[in-house]
């Protein structure tokens, strides 16, 4: 059955903008996103508590490390539904539906202006070259950044992932002990691959694309983001059948 909607007015479209938040009357929210490779800042979800889990629930796009000539463009990460303490969700179903026309009316348009030039060192969003099927070590695919990290963490010696990954893929045991120390994480979807995360601190969440200098890069990635908040009354499992349900209620 579907979930009572909230009572509360909410905003009356999806804001696309770099930056989004989990609201405090929230345990559990969807986020859309699309990441652009050539923006250095990348995109941000603040008010995480300790104890949230980030979950990665789809991630698709190919991007360019190099000689790439795009003009730099951010990304957005927009709230596209949640569910509330009060087991309502964020949005009404008409408006819902209305802002997944929005976002993905949005996506289409940032990941056309952005696929301009994807032509050499491509990587898709967990790291892969589709051509030679090999994992890049030091650049591409998408890196998490938990609160822990305090900000965003870029491609240097300490942060590239160990040998290994170039064949078997960014499993947790090809993360550097800098990466470990900060609580960041690379999505991978093989077996033992890492797709969610449990933050350790307080404060934002960083994602963006895996590199150093951005100023070549060209592509973006797509990102479908579940953030739950567990608790005694639900658990993250929980949480996200019912995240999950409520889109289901609200499908175009």
């Not at 859309?32 to 991630?59: F, H, P, Y």
């Not at 202006?113 to 892969?128: E, T």
């Not at 890492?194 to 969440?205: H, P, T, V, Y």
Request: charged share 25%.
């Amino acid at each position: 059955s579907a979930l009572p909607h909230s009572t509360f007015e909410r905003a009356t479209g999806a804001e696309f903008t770099a930056s989004s938040f989990f609201p405090d009357d929230a345990q559990a929210m969807t986020y859309r996103c699309v990441a652009s490779a050539n923006d250095v800042i990348g995109l941000t979800i603040d008010n995480l508590q300790k104890g949230d889990i980030v979950q990665i629930e789809s991630l698709s796009g190919i991007a360019s490390f190099q000689s790439a000539d795009v003009e730099t463009t951010a990304g957005f990460v927009a709230i596209a539904n949640g569910i509330l303490k009060n087991n309502t969700t964020y949005y009404e179903p008409d408006q819902a539906k209305a802002i997944s026309r929005d976002i993905a009316d949005q996506t289409g348009a940032l990941v056309e202006k952005l696929s301009k030039d994807v032509k050499h060192k491509r990587r898709d969003g967990f790291g892969q070259d589709p051509t030679s099927s090999d994992y890049a070590k030091e650049e591409g695919g998408i890196i998490m950044c938990m609160p822990t990290s305090h900000g965003a963490v870029y491609a240097t010696g300490d942060t590239f992932l160990l040998s290994g990954s170039k064949k078997e893929g960014r499993l947790p045991k090809y993360f550097s002990e800098k990466i470990k120390s900060l609580n960041c994480w690379f999505p991978c979807r093989l077996n033992d691959g890492k797709m969610k995360k449990k933050a350790k601190s307080k404060g934002q969440l960083h994602i963006l694309a895996f590199d150093q200098d951005f100023d070549n890069n060209s592509g973006s990635y797509t990102m479908k983001i579940i953030i739950t908040r567990p608790s005694e009354k639900h658990d993250h499992a929980e949480l996200v059948q019912m995240l999950k349900d409520a889109e289901h209620d609200t499908m175009v």
